[in-house]
């Protein structure tokens, strides 16, 4: 079934310690969004790609980074987390015509100790 | 800026039918969609309103206002597993057209 997966589900980082998130998806689609939540939270944009094209929110921090080396596969970077940072990170793909109709992987749960 | 409000918590029973509302703000909108999230699960796609009037989606339905700047999202008949969060997100013209922003969120609780 062509999906959007994520690794690794769960996450444990020390303070300032840099970590990497991936995510994959067989589904060939051009936008790819990573999405940060919070317990009871909605689920925020930190930037996305439509195709090759990187677009980062204006209240993302500098701390967080992105990859996308191909079509299938996309990076989180956060370069020294901080216990705020600590969340929930989704990653979700939509076609280029339907932004509206995302597909979200399960998500990498993020503590930082 | 943009801004969606809906309503933190609703709970009803077992077989009913149950609306949530959200209201939006928002410059050169697109559309309206709806997802829903079960505790510790990823959000997914339940349906989008473009224009004005009701989309059915079996048991789900969703309804669009354009100059009210209003839409809900309608379950009939519930069932014990549409306990779950609900977020309605608007696509406008913001960042191209390419990003959803997500409302706070209705937590559903469905009781016997």
């Known amino acids: 079934d062509a999906m959007v997966i994520q690794n690794p589900r769960y996450q444990v980082t020390q303070f300032g310690k840099p970590v990497t998130l991936s995510c994959s998806q067989t589904l060939n689609h051009n936008v790819m969004y990573w999405y940060q939540q919070k317990s009871s939270q909605a689920p925020k944009l930190l930037f996305h790609?439509?195709?090759?094209?990187?677009?980062n929110e204006a209240d993302t921090p500098d701390n967080f980074q992105s990859r996308r080396p191909n079509t299938s596969f996309c990076f989180l970077d956060i370069r020294s987390p901080g216990l705020g940072d600590a969340a929930m990170y989704l990653c979700a793909t939509s076609p280029r015509d339907r932004v509206h109709e995302q597909y979200f992987g399960p998500g990498t749960r993020l503590t930082v100790t | 800026g943009q801004s969606l409000e809906q309503p933190s918590e609703v709970t009803a029973v077992e077989g009913a039918i149950v609306q949530i509302n959200c209201t939006y703000q928002?410059?050169?909108?697109?559309?309206l969609s709806w997802y829903q999230q079960h505790d510790g699960g990823a959000p997914t796609f339940l349906s989008y309103n473009a224009l004005d009037g009701l989309e059915e989606t079996g048991r789900f339905s969703s309804f669009l206002s354009r100059s009210d700047s209003y839409g809900y999202l309608l379950l009939q008949e519930l069932q014990m597993k549409d306990s779950a969060s609900y977020f309605c997100?608007?696509?406008?013209?913001?960042?191209?057209?390419?990003?959803?922003?997500f409302g706070t969120g209705t937590q559903l609780k469905v009781e016997l």
């Open positions: 928002t410059s050169g909108f697109y559309g």
């Open positions: 997100a608007v696509r406008s013209l913001t960042g191209g057209g390419n990003k959803l922003t």
């Open positions: 790609y439509y195709d090759k094209d990187f677009n």
